[in-house]
């Protein structure tokens, strides 16, 4: 064998080498949340999510998850978590790191949000150029929302903002806190795990939260009223973000990119709002179940909280607009986008 042709050869059994060795490449990938193992966040979308990959991945990708932050921090630090690479995955609420994700915020807002998960969902993804300046850090795997917000009281059930006035009411976001100042009630921000200590003690009169956390945290124990609007309305919704570190997502060989991406975003985000809008349903039954009743007002009533809602959009479009974003623009683009995706 000629030199040329001997080298020639040792490059191409290299390069085959290292085919092989990146094809045979394993991966073990950590995901934290702040949620328990039963809420329906962890047992029917997070750990399915994590086999199904590990099984397309043919083994190669292991997904380890921590619920109720085992790894250590507290929820409004999942976000810094993620982009510095002290886990590879996290699924979090937007809302926990005010600033961070000025665009998405958008579809927190009352009368935006249209009490479909799965129509937000789509909208979402219809807008995601827009929105991929607040995600230029990670690596989004999917934006969603949950149903929306309902109003759980500690005190009886309610049918005007009036009667909310001075009340205590937990947040999950800053918009929503001005959601509840737009009623007259003193917003209380918190992450959701400390919900049911604030009710048990009287820290707070009543929650912002969908119906699906009810089960896990036991709100029907701790509430005796929870209101919607007519027609199920709900009050705004929060934004969640399941994210991949970007340094995490680049090391991984293109085969088991592509398992990530096949489960990622637009393939992923009609499924995950239907699930989401289904799993509301239990704890509705749960919060009955106790002889409290789930209250829908009246559409005169619902009216005047639309009202005070669109105050806080407009709020939201001159701190926006101020900021330099096209801001009314992308309120008109989410509107419509959920409006074509609502059936």
């Known amino acids: 064998m000629t030199r040329t042709l001997f080298k020639t050869a040792v490059a191409a059994l290299a390069l085959f080498g290292s085919a092989a060795i990146a094809q045979a490449q394993d991966v073990t990938l950590t995901l934290q949340h702040f949620l328990g193992p039963k809420a329906p966040p962890h047992a029917k979308f997070l750990e399915p999510w994590a086999r199904k990959v590990e099984a397309e991945s043919s083994g190669r990708i292991k997904v380890e998850i921590f619920p109720a932050m085992a790894l250590g921090g507290k929820p409004p630090e999942l976000y810094r978590q993620l982009r510095d690479g002290v886990v590879d995955m996290v699924w979090t609420v937007t809302g926990y790191t005010p600033g961070v994700f000025p665009r998405t915020e958008v579809f927190e807002l009352p009368t935006v949000h249209n009490n479909s998960a799965k129509a937000t969902n789509l909208a979402i993804q219809d807008l995601s150029e827009t929105l991929a300046e607040d995600f230029k850090d990670i690596k989004p795997l999917l934006v969603h929302v949950h149903a929306g917000n309902a109003l759980h009281l500690v005190d009886g059930c309610v049918d005007s903002t009036a009667a909310l006035a001075g009340k205590k009411l937990r947040t999950p976001s800053r918009t929503g806190a001005w959601m509840i100042e737009s009623w007259g009630a003193e917003p209380v921000g918190m992450p959701v795990p400390g919900l049911p200590q604030a009710l048990s003690k009287g820290v707070i009169?009543?929650?912002?939260?969908?119906?699906?956390?009810?089960?896990?945290?036991?709100?029907?124990?701790?509430?005796?009223?929870?209101?919607?609007?007519?027609?199920?309305?709900?009050?705004?919704?929060?934004?969640?973000?399941?994210?991949?570190?970007?340094?995490?997502?680049?090391?991984?060989?293109?085969?088991?990119?592509?398992?990530?991406?096949?489960?990622?975003?637009?393939?992923?985000?009609?499924?995950?709002?239907?699930?989401?809008?289904?799993?509301?349903?239990?704890?509705?039954?749960?919060?009955?179940?106790?002889?409290?009743?789930?209250?829908?007002?009246?559409?005169?009533?619902?009216?005047?909280?639309?009202?005070?809602?669109?105050?806080?959009?407009?709020?939201?479009?001159?701190?926006?607009?101020?900021?330099?974003?096209?801001?009314?623009?992308?309120?008109?683009?989410?509107?419509?986008?959920?409006?074509?995706?609502?059936?």
């Open 205 to 343: 009169d009543g929650a912002l939260i969908p119906f699906e956390i009810v089960p896990p945290l036991k709100v029907h124990e701790l509430t005796t009223c929870s209101v919607t609007g007519a027609d199920n309305a709900r009050f705004g919704t929060s934004v969640f973000l399941f994210g991949m570190n970007k340094d995490s997502y680049e090391a991984l060989p293109d085969d088991l990119k592509a398992v990530i991406d096949a489960n990622s975003g637009a393939a992923i985000a009609q499924d995950t709002g239907e699930l989401w809008d289904s799993i509301e349903a239990p704890g509705q039954k749960m919060q009955e179940g106790t002889g409290s009743p789930v209250n829908a007002m009246d559409q005169a009533a619902t009216d005047a909280f639309k009202t005070a809602g669109e105050t806080v959009v407009q709020r939201w479009i001159e701190e926006a607009s101020a900021a330099g974003l096209d801001a009314q623009g992308i309120v008109d683009a989410a509107r419509a986008a959920i409006a074509q995706h609502t059936n």
